[in-house]
Structure formats: structure tokens, C-alpha cells
């Protein structure tokens, strides 16, 4: 059997292991390419395989090599690297970011995990090319272990017994292989700049040297290769094609067998499909489309000369530039303090008024704890802790501020005030509980930081 044959095989098989991506599996495009000791699959569709690495594996193997590449374009990795460090990220940050993205494939093929190559990324598996331990808890998304590898790597800069974080374990000319074997392992060859030679142009210092991605595809992290070929047709039509006939295949298959395809392939499938909006640019619009009153903005005065006054004439009125006011009041409650809450709080202050100067914050539970003018979000400080009583935070800030608008952060288990406040109010809820969303005054405008039930 030939490797062409062998890849034919290949992708044939992924049939009998997940027959709802059979449809989505078939609609790639192939291309050949030698000496990169991989496969990997582009943004735009296009698997490529070195021959000698699929003559290498047998064909059940490679079913979950396909798979594994397949599912890197069905969760769109690249989209979401390329909303975190653009198309020409750091080399180390692309590595990562494979890593990352092979973790979650990893776990959504766990049914196929005795078909797994010995060189794959898995929960708890060690990763000597950034000398770290991926020792995380399971279920997370690509963003959130994309989050806790760095966290990792920076720690272990920081730790003495590291030295100059020069890389001890592999030399310089050891290059990550990508997405070989479904997994980042290291290969022998040395990375290539964009002008296709070997040398610096990936090794900006000693272990990013180690972790500079080399094969697999731009779909898993967002970066072309060289030898990619580009194929316009499938980011134009042929994705979505492919997305809804994948769509109606698991529906097709649930029938029969419920609860046999993983929760995240059909979540994945329902956001491209269906996106919804971001809900911190909701919460920017509404922050941005309170504060328009008419203090803000250009006022007209006579405090000011017009630019067109002619000297023979009374004096025109010019225009006068406001800055409307706004307070974030963050829930400082005990009901608030999980991690995740308060990273969603500490992005309301950060994007959702990141066009202010400056921005006013106030951390309440049962009364206001501090107050202070913030001109950068490390300056934030979390103080609370206790019960929550939003109802006297807003009154007190209404009073003694007067700002045009509020922005309150909280899970909305919370009193209210009994009228309406003079100014604006913007609810930036963390949580969805129906019972204390529908306790939210209908004078106030509710924007959700996280997706709603369905």
C-alpha cells in the first residue's frame, strides 16, 4: 500500500470511529509535502501530509492523526490565536497555543485514546521544550490552558533554580515538530525563517528556540507555513458548507445513539454557525451610548469664540468639548469572589470604558469599601468579601457623585433601589440565574457576560 493509498485508507476509517465527520473529513483537500515529518491541516481546509510519516503509522493511527487535524479547523483555533497575538505572534506564544489546542482535542477523542501516538499532548504529560508539567484540570477550553501553560512558563522564569531560562533540556537546533503524531513533539530539523532558510530568524533566544512550531498547520495556531497551499474557496463557502452538512450529521447520529458526540464539537459547530455577540463590545456600545447625555459631547457657549467669527460682526458661539461622567461599581460580595468572576470584572473596568481617561471605582458588599480614580487596571485593588447590598452603593454613588452613568458589576443577588436613580444604570451580570435576573428593575440595562442557557 502506497502512502497515498494509506492516507485514503486513513480517512476512510475516521467512518467508523466518528461517522457524523465523515461528510466533513471527505470535503478536504490534500496536498503532499515532503520532509516536514507530519500532518497538518490549514485554515483554508487543505490537509497535508508528509508520505513518509503516513507510512509510518498504521492506518487506525492515522484515522486519529485526521481526526485530531480536522478538529483543530472544526474549533477554529486559528481564529481564536489570531484574536490573542495576531499573524506574526513570538514563536514560543505559537507553540503554546498548539499545546493548548492539542489538550482539548485530546480529551474529546478520549474515546479513541488507544489509537493515541506515543508522542501526544495529554493532560499530565510532560513537555520538556518548555520544561513544564501539563498537569491541569480537565475540560478547559483552548484560551483557558493557553492561559495556564504561560502562567507555568513565567513561573518558571522567575523560580532562581532556573537559571537564564536558557533551555536545559533540548540544544538550539531542536525545533518543535508541530502537530505530528497529533501532538507537539520535537523533531531534528531546525526551523525556517519566511525566506525558507535555516538559522535566527526563529530563535530569538534559547529555550523559544526549543519551541519554535515547524510542521502542522496554520489552523491550529493561526500561522501559515510555507508550503501550505491557500484555497480562497473555503473560507468563502465551502467551511460553512461543511459546518451545517456536520451539523445535520449529528443530529442525524444523536437519533440513534444520544449523547455520543462530545458537548464542546457541538458547541463549537452551534458558535460558527450561529455566533453571537461579543458580550464586552454589547457592554461597551451600551456604556458608550449612556454617556452620551447632554453633558457630553461638543456644547455650544459663548465662553468660547467661534472659529468662523468675523471681526466686524457680535461674537458667535463656539463649541465647548464635555466628557460625559461614569462610576463602575464592582460586587465585591462573597458570592463574587471566584477566580472567573473576577477576571470578568477586571475586563468591564479594562475594555468596556477603555475610551475614558480615567474611570472612577467602587468596591461594595453591605457598604462601599473604597473608592478611587483608576487610570490603569493594575491599580485595582479587590476588597469585599461579605454580604450585598448593591441598593446602597448605587444610592450613595448617585449622590455623592453624580455621575451620568453607572456601571454595576454583579451576579444580582442584590436589594435594589426602591426609585429609579438619577443616573444611567448598566447591569454587567456575571451569572445567569433566572430568579435574580428577573429582579433587576426594568430602569436598568442588563448586559450579560456570559452565553445563556438554551
Known amino acids: 500500500m502506497t502512502p497515498r493509498e494509506k492516507l485514503a485508507a486513513g480517512r476512510i476509517r475516521t467512518f467508523d470511529y466518528c461517522p457524523y465527520l465523515a461528510s466533513y473529513v471527505y470535503s478536504l483537500k490534500q496536498q503532499e509535502v515532503k520532509g516536514t515529518g507530519t500532518c497538518g491541516i490549514s485554515k483554508d481546509g487543505v490537509l497535508h501530509w508528509d508520505p513518509a510519516f503516513v507510512d509510518s503509522l498504521d492506518v487506525d493511527t492515522l484515522a486519529y492523526v485526521i481526526l485530531h487535524e480536522a478538529l483543530h479547523l472544526i474549533f477554529r483555533h486559528h481564529a481564536r490565536a489570531n484574536e490573542v497575538y495576531g499573524e506574526e505572534p513570538h514563536p514560543q506564544d505559537q507553540f503554546v497555543m498548539n499545546v493548548a489546542g492539542d489538550l482539548v482535542i485530546e480529551q474529546t477523542l478520549a474515546f479513541m485514546r488507544p489509537l493515541r501516538p506515543p508522542a501526544a499532548v495529554y493532560i499530565g504529560a510532560e513537555c520538556p521544550q518548555l520544561g513544564i508539567s501539563l498537569d491541569y484540570p480537565p475540560n478547559l477550553d483552548l484560551l483557558q490552558y493557553y492561559g495556564l501553560i504561560q ?30 503524531g497529533g501532538g507537539s513533539q520535537v523533531s531534528q530539523k531546525s526551523p525556517q525563517n519566511k525566506s525558507g532558510k535555516k538559522g535566527a530568524a526563529n530563535k530569538p533566544n534559547g529555550r523559544a528556540a526549543a519551541c519554535a512550531p515547524g510542521g502542522g498547520g496554520s489552523a491550529g495556531d493561526g500561522v501559515r507555513r510555507q508550503s501550505e497551499k491557500s484555497d480562497e474557496s473555503w473560507a468563502t463557502f465551502q467551511e460553512s458548507l461543511s459546518a451545517s452538512k456536520l451539523e445535520d450529521a449529528i443530529q442525524k447520529h444523536e ?69 460625559a461622567s461614569a462610576v463602575v461599581i464592582v460586587d465585591t460580595s462573597g458570592s463574587m469572589g471566584d477566580r472567573e468572576t473576577k477576571e470578568r470584572a477586571l475586563e468591564v473596568i479594562a475594555r468596556g470604558l477603555r475610551k475614558l481617561k480615567s474611570v472612577k471605582v467602587v468596591c461594595a458588599d453591605t457598604h462601599i469599601r473604597n473608592s478611587v480614580k483608576l487610570q490603569n487596571i493594575d491599580q485595582f485593588e479587590w476588597e469585599g468579601g461579605g454580604g450585598t447590598s448593591m441598593d446602597v452603593a448605587i444610592e450613595e454613588v448617585d449622590k455623592t457623585d453624580q455621575p451620568d452613568s453607572i456601571v454595576l458589576i454583579t451576579d444580582a443577588a442584590t436589594d435594589w433601589p426602591s426609585r429609579q436613580p438619577r443616573a444611567r444604570v448598566i447591569v454587567a451580570l456575571t451569572h445567569t440565574d433566572s430568579y435574580w435576573r428577573e429582579r433587576i428593575p426594568r430602569w436598568a440595562k442588563t448586559v450579560p457576560l456570559v452565553s445563556q442557557e438554551t
Open 151 to 180: 502562567a507555568d512558563i513565567r513561573k518558571r522564569k522567575e523560580d532562581p533554580s532556573d537559571g537564564d531560562g536558557s533551555p536545559d533540556q533540548k540544544s538550539e537546533d531542536q525545533a518543535d515538530g508541530g502537530e505530528a
Open 255 to 323: 437519533l440513534s445513539q444520544p449523547g455520543s458526540v462530545p458537548g464542546s464539537l457541538k458547541e463549537s459547530i452551534k458558535a460558527f454557525l450561529r455566533p453571537q455577540p461579543d458580550p464586552f463590545e454589547q457592554l461597551r456600545s451600551t456604556v458608550a451610548t449612556a454617556t452620551a447625555s447632554p453633558l457630553g459631547g461638543r456644547m455650544a457657549t459663548y465662553r468660547r469664540l467661534s472659529r468662523k467669527q468675523p471681526a466686524d460682526l457680535c461674537r458667535l458661539r463656539g463649541q465647548l468639548t464635555t466628557q
